[in-house]
């Protein structure tokens, strides 16, 4: 079992990297979830799909599962049948949900739909799944310390750039108040050059890809398709090689 999460700041490429290792391991057999954490609701349409309702305005289903009596509702609502009910899938057979808007402020936040919405990230990471990649917003706040035992690798994307660097340093600090220690940095757009080297020299994780600029990624968004039917492959598929590799060596450790 695999359990990914994808994060980064805006617009650095982090819903192309999770559609395509979702289609990556779809095709070596896995049984893959995919689940768009982010407001922008992207992910879909990069693996192939639409109409994914938002799991967050099922409110009659939110009102039915969480609301109880006399004002009080369930922080743990029933919600294992949701995946089925509420994913479309790809034609490579990617499972694939939107979660929707979720409230942030880490375990304080104790609205229905949030109780509701968090229950489906803590059944999502626990549940027996070969596969589950996350697509995050550019924290990772929608991960409480419930849901955050259950990540094998956080995925920090970041452009060549110290913007991003530093965004990098966020999600490094909000994965230590969280309990998540396997963080592994993907650089993409990157373009070979010495401010790029000096750049990339500031990062103090382990970089476990590193993804070139291609306009064909500019054209894929263009055209609506997915980015694996028209760009190449060979970066993600050693990206996806490396996340394996790191994996199972945490496991041989017995940590």
């Known amino acids: 079992m695999v359990k990914i999460a994808v994060a980064g700041k805006g617009g650095v490429g982090k819903t192309t990297i999770a559609a395509v290792l979702a289609h990556l391991f779809a095709k070596d057999g896995y049984n893959v979830t995919a689940i ?5 609701m992207n992910l879909p349409t990069a693996l192939g799909v639409n109409n994914v309702k938002p799991l967050s305005e099922l409110k009659d289903v939110i009102d039915e599962r969480v609301r109880g009596p006399f004002g009080t509702y369930k922080l743990n609502p029933k ?4 995946f089925e009910a509420y994913s479309v899938r790809n034609e490579d057979g990617v499972r694939v949900l939107v979660l929707g808007t979720i409230e942030k402020g880490g375990e304080g936040c104790f609205c229905p739909e949030n109780a509701f919405l968090r229950a489906i990230l803590r059944h999502a990471i626990f549940r027996e799944k070969d596969v589950l990649i996350m697509d995050m917003e ?9 849901t955050a035992k259950g990540v094998d690798i956080l995925l920090a994307v970041v452009e060549p750039g110290m913007r991003s660097v530093e ?13 998540i220690t396997r963080i592994g940095v993907v650089v993409n757009k990157f373009i070979e050059g010495e401010m790029t080297r000096k750049v990339l020299e500031k990062i103090d994780k382990p970089i476990v890809g590193v993804i070139p600029y291609n ?9 609506g398709i997915p980015p694996y039917k028209v760009c190449d492959l ?3 598929k050693e990206l996806k090689s490396k996340i394996l590799e790191m994996i199972e060596d945490e496991s041989g450790s017995g940590s």
């Open 79 to 82: 919600v294992d049948d949701i």
């Open 167 to 179: 965004t990098l340093k966020r999600i490094e600090k909000l994965g230590a108040d969280i309990g």
């Open 234 to 236: 060979k970066p993600f």
């Open 215 to 223: 306009e064909c990624f500019i054209r894929a968004d263009i055209q």
């Open 138 to 146: 550019a924290g990772i706040e929608h991960l409480g310390r419930g």
């Open 36 to 40: 768009d954490c982010d407001s922008a």
